[in-house]
């Protein structure tokens, strides 16, 4: 199991060791500068909470954390480099070529956003799911489709969605907004919506008193995330312009949006179980 793995794991951490790990998973690269009193500092704990942390998840002090992290992100960077994202094959392969190579890229999209996205968020974002009346999905072109699917997963939970962007009526659906729901931005660049709706319905939702989120591979300092109160994030790896098709962008939406209904779903099983059944029932 890999070093970020048994953060992500968290096993038998206490609230100080949680705090260290969330910092060195939310800022890996900084983590390789840092001294472990700059790092303590940071997670607002102390040499000591670090010098625990690192035992915990097998290695021996700060400094072979920092190699192993540093190793990881150097595999996980280069994880892609063996085939091009946004042109997998080309024109003289054959048809098996070309299932291997879109199959490595779907696996290699799945291993990228596994070790990107970060459980605490996909964890907030399946509460606030849980917890809101509506949940007000935004996207447009193909990341809608997963977001449609999403909507139909929640929906078998008993959860209402509305997916805003389906017919580009984004005024009057979020108009319905009450306090307590959820207005989630799905977008792999961040600039499908433009600044003045991106603006415009984060404000609408923050008096109404909504909780934000977004699920993309945009840049953290994307006009789309200003507000946002959760980003669930994975790197941006596929051109938007000349990719032969959305391999890697739609296989990274999908599992970041399957990730968040599976935490949904597991809050509370038997509920989930029983709702998705009746529905199950109804359809056949």
């Not at 996205?117 to 489709?145: K, Q």
Request: aromatic content about 8%; overall charge negative; some cysteine.
């Amino acid at each position: 199991m890999s070093l970020v793995e048994r953060l992500k794991q968290g096993r038998g951490f206490t609230q100080a060791d949680q705090a260290i790990a969330d910092f060195v998973l939310h800022h890996p690269d900084e983590v390789s500068r840092l001294t472990i009193g700059e790092l303590a500092a940071a997670a607002h704990t102390s040499n000591a909470a670090v010098v625990r942390l690192c035992r915990k998840v097998g290695v021996s002090g700060y400094r072979d954390l920092r190699i192993e992290l540093a190793c990881e992100l150097e595999r996980r960077r280069g994880a892609l480099a063996g085939i091009d994202a946004d042109r997998p094959f080309g024109e003289r392969e054959s048809c098996a070529t070309m299932m291997r190579s879109v199959a490595e890229l779907q696996r290699e999209a799945l291993d990228a956003c596994y070790q990107a996205m970060s459980p605490v968020v996909v964890d907030a974002l399946a509460h606030a799911v849980a917890e809101a009346s509506h949940v007000f999905l935004y996207a447009i072109g193909e990341t809608c489709l997963a977001t449609e699917q999403f909507a139909s997963m929640l929906t078998k939970l008993g959860i209402h969605c509305v997916v805003a962007g389906l017919r580009g009526d984004y005024a009057s659906a979020t108009s319905l907004a009450t306090e307590g729901d959820l207005g989630l931005f799905v977008s792999y660049t961040g600039k499908i919506f433009g600044l003045d709706f991106c603006q415009g319905t984060r404000d609408l939702l923050a008096q109404r008193g909504c909780v934000t989120g977004a699920v993309t591979a945009a840049d953290p300092g994307s006009p789309m995330l200003e507000g946002i109160d959760h980003v669930l994030s994975f790197p941006f790896r596929e051109r938007t312009e000349g990719a032969i098709g959305p391999f890697y962008s739609a296989e990274c939406v999908r599992f970041a949006l399957n990730c968040i209904y599976a935490r949904v779903y597991a809050l509370d099983f038997d509920a989930s179980d029983a709702a998705k059944l009746s529905v199950d029932r109804l359809s056949r």
